[in-house]
Nanobody, 117 residues
């Protein structure tokens, strides 16, 4: 089965930094766009950042200056580095993989990020 294993979530103080990792198994990783989404209770799941197989990056305007997404095609891992975290960044962060615009897609189970003083 396809597995997207997220890690790196936890508690962080406002203004702090955190790096999330997503290790993919049982997919041809370099053929997939990889991304991060986040969701809080009662709200829509929203895009944080996506990096395509060609390295093109799309980020939400609200985080574009504070978030860096990268991928390692040898380790089959995508990373999300977040700086200057705020209370409103608290959410469950989900790893996402898609084989092109019409190919199959997969979601991780999510990792909790809690920003609290």
């Amino acid at each position: 089965q396809v597995l997207l294993a997220e890690s790196g979530g936890g508690l962080v103080e406002p203004g702090g930094s955190l790096t999330l990792s997503c290790a993919a198994s049982r997919i041809t990783f370099n053929l997939y766009a990889m991304g991060w989404y986040r969701q809080v209770p009662g709200k829509q799941r929203e895009l944080v950042a996506i990096i395509t197989r060609d390295g093109n990056i799309n980020k939400a305007d609200s985080v574009k200056d504070l978030v860096t997404i990268s991928r390692n095609n040898v380790q089959n891992t995508v990373y999300l580095q977040m700086n200057s975290l705020k209370i409103e960044d608290t959410a469950v962060y989900y790893c996402y993989a898609q084989a092109g615009r019409t190919g199959p897609d997969y979601w991780g189970q999510g990792t909790q990020v809690t920003v609290v003083s």
